[in-house]
């Protein structure tokens, strides 16, 4: 996959700028505050539909315009593809794929994939179980837009039941919940499948690009809290059984206790915990490992890799671990943005090189 150009029209400091991309390494370099990861930002909203710093998409358009308008063209396996997207400040937005409107926001999925790793990522490590959660929603997004929309019908049908779960009227609850507990089995079932497959895809490819970075000193571990197995029609079953099993429990605190919604992801290095043991360094190299973990699943399944963006994240890694990234990217596009003083990892590597500077490559 091949992001070969981007071009943006008042897209945060942004107000009309073309960035034409190398096919292997590309530095977005310049100082604080000058456009580098709002650049990065827009490449993954056209891949994606998520930014990686906001949920709210007006916030992208520069201030105190109307409107704006981002711009990608691509190359991959499957041919050339065109994304444009088109926020307005009223809040609605526009999706161009190929020329064709399209409404649906998951119809993104799949045309240009990429991985994105920032040192917010740590929070990946760090956080709430939900930070996890949506990146694993988000990458298997990327491997399947059904799984996207399995997701969006699972989270409304919960939100729907956790209101109902609210009411007074037990007898009508209980009446009520079964019909919807028959819908929402289905797709709990469909994500609950696809996120086991996903992890146990990442945790060979997690572990071993851990190994690599570290020079095989630490041992990363990645594991689910899912329990379901077998068949759909058997996880269908299980899930529905499950449900009316928690049904007093539900009842009492008022929301769904179990289910997709409540997942996590554990995650361990040499054995420990690594959010309550690993040091700032190792819960950084873990995060990225998880990023370099999905970017060979990618390339397994598209059979070529996504666009690679790592934004500002050598900064925080030793040399060794710098240059062991340098050498994994080979045959990867990546764009990695960084300021100025440590554009020196790059040397001997090839790159093409931006300076940015108050939302304009200086040319
Ligand atoms: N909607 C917007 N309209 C205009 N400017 C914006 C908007 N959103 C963000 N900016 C500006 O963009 C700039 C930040 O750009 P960006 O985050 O890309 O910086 P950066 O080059 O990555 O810096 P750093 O090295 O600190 O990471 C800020 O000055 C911010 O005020
Ligand atoms: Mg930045």
């Known amino acids: 996959m091949q992001v070969k150009n981007l071009t943006l029209k008042n897209f945060r400091n942004y107000r009309d700028e073309y960035f034409e991309f190398d096919g292997g390494i590309n530095v977005i370099t310049g100082d604080n505050a000058q456009g580098k990861t709002n650049c990065v930002e827009a490449v993954f909203l056209l891949a994606t539909g998520y930014s990686p710093r906001v949920r709210k998409d007006k916030q992208v358009i520069t201030y105190g315009e109307e409107k704006s308008e981002i711009k990608l063209e691509a190359s991959s396996n499957y041919g050339k593809v065109e994304v444009a997207l088109s926020y307005y400040a009223r809040g609605d937005k526009k999706i161009m794929i190929n020329g064709v409107e399209t409404k649906r926001i998951g119809e993104l999925f799949g045309n240009v994939y990429a991985v994105y790793f920032s040192p917010q990522e740590l929070k990946l490590i760090q956080e709430s179980p939900e930070d996890r959660r949506r990146f694993l929603d988000i990458a298997i997004s990327e491997l399947s837009k059904k799984y996207f929309y399995s997701l969006v019908k699972y989270k409304k049908i919960i939100d729907q039941r956790n209101k109902l779960l609210k009411e007074a009227d037990r007898d009508m609850v209980l009446d009520t919940l079964p019909i919807w507990d028959e819908q929402l089995a289905e797709y709990f079932a469909d994500v ?3 996120r086991n497959s996903f992890i146990e895809k990442l945790s060979p490819e997690a572990e071993k690009a851990h190994a690599y970075l570290t020079d095989g000193k630490e041992t990363l571990s990645v594991s689910g809290t899912v329990k379901y197995y077998g068949e759909r029609d058997d ?18 605190l008022g929301y769904t206790t179990i289910g997709p919604h409540r997942d996590d992801l554990k995650i361990t290095l040499n054995g420990e915990d690594v959010r309550i043991f690993g040091s700032q360094g190792q819960q ?13 699943i990618l390339k397994s399944q598209y059979g070529e890799y996504p666009v690679l ?31 100025g003083t440590d554009a020196s990892v790059f040397g001997g590597t090839d790159y093409k090189l931006f300076n940015v500077s108050n939302g304009s490559v200086v040319r």
């Open 192 to 194: 609950v499948i696809a």
């Open 235 to 252: 996880v269908v079953e299980q899930v529905k059984q499950d449900l009316m099993n928690s049904t007093e429990r539900d009842l009492v």
């Open 284 to 296: 950084r190299t873990a995060a990225l490992s998880l990023k370099l973990a999905e970017l060979e």
């Open 309 to 339: 963006i790592l934004d500002d994240a050598m900064s925080e890694l030793d040399v060794a671990r710098q240059k062991r990234i340098l050498e994994k990217v080979e045959g990867v596009q990546t764009m990695i943005t960084c300021t």
